[in-house]
């Protein structure tokens, strides 16, 4: 079983940046390729981005495409998301997971959660 543990989010201003952290614990972190989502109030879970086990392939929704980040560090069991340029329309709950392959964007090829970290940008 895998642990998640998602941290960084908070208040910023529109513009402004922000830096994600996932940290995994339990099986072997670098086994799985790792996805970011995030959920606006009364929204679906949405993808934002994802990476192959050894980080040197992304991908990314296309409203963040540019100004999103997405990086690991199998050493230390970890995963980042370095959000610049935030938008009004950013401000979600933001979640990591593993999955099979990194070509997943359904929050059902997923296959653990962790408790998410908020971000809200303010306009």
């Known amino acids: 079983q895998v642990q998640l543990v998602e941290t960084g989010g908070g208040l910023v201003q529109a513009g402004g940046s922000l830096r994600l952290s996932c940290t995994a614990s339990?099986?072997?972190?670098?086994?799985?390729?790792m996805g970011w989502f995030r959920q606006a109030p009364g929204k679906e879970r949405e993808f934002v981005a994802a990476?192959?086990?050894?980080?040197?392939?992304?991908r990314y929704v296309d409203s963040v495409k540019g100004r999103f980040t997405i990086s690991r560090d199998n050493a230390k069991n970890m995963m980042y998301l370095q959000m610049n340029s935030l938008k009004p329309e950013d401000t979600a709950v933001y979640y990591c997971?593993?999955?099979?392959?990194?070509?997943?964007?359904?929050?059902?090829?997923?296959?653990?959660w962790g408790q998410g970290t908020h971000v809200t940008v303010s306009s």
């Open positions: 990476i192959s086990r050894a980080g040197d392939s992304t």
């Open positions: 339990g099986r072997a972190f670098s086994s799985n390729p």
């Open positions: 997971a593993p999955t099979g392959s990194y070509y997943n964007t359904s929050p059902r090829d997923y296959d653990f």
